[in-house]
C-alpha cells in the first residue's frame, strides 16, 4: 500500500526548484517506494516568488512566511534549501514541529549551527537527509566499493577538487554569499563542503589538516533587488568579506595523506569537480563532468600500469533507476532524485539511507578546522567524535 507524504519547500531559488523537480520525479524512478510526495506548501519571502512556484508547480499553498510551515499540519516533511543564515533557525524549529528534514549543506555557518539542527532532529525522532548530491553518483559509490574491497591497495594518497567560475565575473552581484553575517564561509560552505564529505565517503575520518585562503575579487556591486542565481549588478560597491579560494592538506585518521583544494572565481573552469584516489597497487580518478565514467587501475604492474575506463551501469549504485544499460548519461538533477529517494525511504522505513545531518556536522568540523587553520597557518586537528 502507498502512503502519502505532505512535504514543503521553504526557500525557493535555483535549489528549491531542485527539490521539487526531485519530489515530482522520484514516483516515476523508483515505483516501489511506499511513500509518495504532495506537494503542501512552499515559502519564500521575495514577493511573489512562492505564488508563481505554487501555479507552476501544483503547490497546495503558498506564503512568505515559513513559520506558517511549521506550524501547517499537513505537512510532514520539509525541504530547507533558504539562505545558510537561516539554516539553523529553520531546522530546529521545523524538527521541532515533528516535520523531517531535508537540508542543504552546509547545514547552517559553523559546525555549531549544524550540530544544533542535528540534536534538534534526534531529540523530536525526525529523519534528515543533506545535500552532499556528489556522494549519489553511481560511479563515485563504485569507486567507495573498489577502495574498501582493497582492489587498489592500501590507500596512500587522495586529491580532491573543485573548481568552477559562478563568481568570476567582476560585475558578479555581492548577494548574501560573500558576507559572513547571512552567508558564513565562502568557497568553504558552498563547495569545499562537499570536498569534504567525498573525502570522507571514500577514506574515511580527516584527523587534522593545514589550509590557506584567498580572496581574489575582493569587492562586487550591491544589488538593487532580489537576485536568483550568480546575476550581475553594476550598483555601489561592497566589500567580499569570506574567501573565494581555498587550499588544504589532510591527514586521515588511516594515515592516508590528502589535498583537497576549491575556488569559486576559477576562469575557464566550469563544474569541474572530481578525485583520484591512490593506493598502493592501483588508483580510481573521477570527474564529475563526465559522471558515469570512472578510470581504474589495479593489478600487479606497478610500474607503467595502464588505466581503464569504467562505464557504470545497472548494478552500481542507483544507475538502473534511470538508464538501462551502461554509459547512457545521467545528470545533475538525477542526483537529487536519489537523495530525494533516499529521504523519503529513511522516512518510511524509520532509519536513515544517504547522507545524514551526522554527515553534516563531520563536514562542518572539517571546514571550522580549516578556517582556525587559514588564520593560524598551522596544524589544525579535526573535532574528535564531530
Known amino acids: 500500500m ?21 519530489y515530482a520525479r522520484v514516483a516515476h524512478h523508483y515505483p516501489a517506494l511506499a511513500l509518495r510526495p504532495e506537494l503542501v506548501a512552499v515559502a519564500e519571502d521575495v514577493p511573489g516568488r512562492a505564488e508563481e512556484a505554487a501555479a507552476r508547480f501544483g503547490f497546495a499553498s503558498a506564503t512568505r512566511d515559513w513559520r506558517e510551515v511549521a506550524a501547517d499540519p499537513r505537512v510532514r516533511a520539509v525541504s530547507i534549501t533558504a539562505p545558510n543564515f537561516l539554516h539553523r533557525e529553520i531546522g530546529v524549529a521545523m524538527a521541532e514541529a515533528g516535520k523531517h528534514i531535508w537540508i542543504e549543506k552546509p547545514v547552517g555557518l559553523t559546525a555549531e549551527d549544524a550540530r544544533a539542527v542535528a540534536d534538534a532532529a534526534a531529540k523530536a525522532g525526525v529523519q534528515s537527509a543533506v545535500g552532499f548530491n556528489y556522494r549519489n553518483a553511481p560511479a563515485v559509490e563504485t569507486a567507495r566499493d573498489l577502495i574498501a574491497a582493497g582492489e587498489i591497495g592500501t590507500v596512500t594518497h587522495v586529491r580532491v577538487r573543485l573548481f568552477s567560475d559562478y563568481a568570476a565575473h567582476p560585475q558578479g552581484a555581492l548577494t548574501w554569499r560573500y558576507e559572513r553575517e547571512r552567508g558564513g564561509s ?5 563547495l569545499a563542503s562537499h570536498g569534504a564529505d567525498l573525502a570522507r565517503f571514500l577514506l574515511g575520518d580527516i584527523a587534522s589538516l593545514t589550509a590557506d585562503t584567498a580572496i581574489f575579487v575582493p569587492e562586487r556591486a550591491r544589488p538593487t533587488g532580489a537576485t536568483a542565481g550568480h546575476t550581475l549588478a553594476t550598483g555601489e ?47 580510481v580518478f573521477w570527474d564529475f563532468r563526465r559522471m558515469g565514467e570512472l578510470g581504474v587501475s589495479r593489478g600487479t604492474s606497478y610500474q607503467d600500469q595502464p588505466v581503464s575506463t569504467v562505464y ?29 529517494y533516499r529521504f ?3 522516512v518510511a522505513e524509520g532509519v536513515p539511507h544517504g547522507a545524514t545531518l551526522d554527515d553534516a556536522v563531520r563536514s562542518a568540523a572539517v571546514l571550522d578546522a580549516m578556517a582556525r587553520s587559514a588564520l593560524s597557518g598551522a596544524w589544525v586537528d579535526v573535532a574528535a567524535g564531530a
Open 186 to 190: 565562502g568557497v568553504l560552505g558552498d
Open 237 to 283: 560597491l561592497g566589500p567580499v568579506e569570506n574567501e573565494d579560494y581555498v587550499n588544504c592538506l589532510l591527514r586521515f585518521a588511516s594515515g592516508a595523506r590528502g589535498v583537497l583544494e576549491a575556488c569559486r572565481v576559477s576562469v575557464g573552469e566550469q563544474n569541474n569537480y572530481g578525485f583520484e584516489v591512490h593506493g598502493t597497487k592501483g588508483a
Open 312 to 340: 557504470v551501469g545497472p548494478g552500481d549504485g542507483e544507475f538502473g533507476s534511470f538508464q538501462p544499460g551502461a554509459a547512457n548519461a545521467m545528470a545533475y538533477d538525477d542526483l537529487k532524485v536519489v537523495e530525494a
Open 344 to 346: 523519503l525511504r529513511s
Open 2 to 22: 502507498v502512503d502519502t507524504l505532505g512535504v514543503a519547500v521553504v526557500g525557493f531559488g535555483w535549489m528549491g526548484r531542485v527539490h521539487t523537480q526531485a
